[in-house]
């Protein structure tokens, strides 16, 4: 028959498979996670300062550029 050192082996038992069922499903979800974001490209830190052009209102870099790049508006930013 069932003694109560059986049922507690028994119930030890099943609580360490669900414990380790649980953990590994836990870390397959965090590998996913990673994976993904590794996948991922960088984000872009280096932002560009940005001016108006004076006649368009076109938004042009405000280093490196002489002017918006149209042609009816060759005014520089």
């Known amino acids: 028959m069932f ?3 059986k049922l507690l082996l028994l119930a030890l038992v ?3 498979v669900w414990a380790g069922v649980t ?9 996913e996670i990673d994976e993904a974001r590794a996948k991922q490209p960088p984000p872009n830190l280096g932002h ?7 006649v ?4 042009i870099p405000e280093r490196g550029a002489q002017h918006c790049e149209r042609k009816d508006c060759p005014v520089v930013g």
């Open 56 to 59: 368009c209102g076109t938004y």
């Open 23 to 31: 953990i590994y499903k836990r870390n397959q979800r965090q590998r």
């Open 14 to 16: 099943v609580g360490g």
């Open 3 to 5: 003694s109560f050192w």
């Open 48 to 54: 560009i300062k940005t001016v108006a052009c004076r």
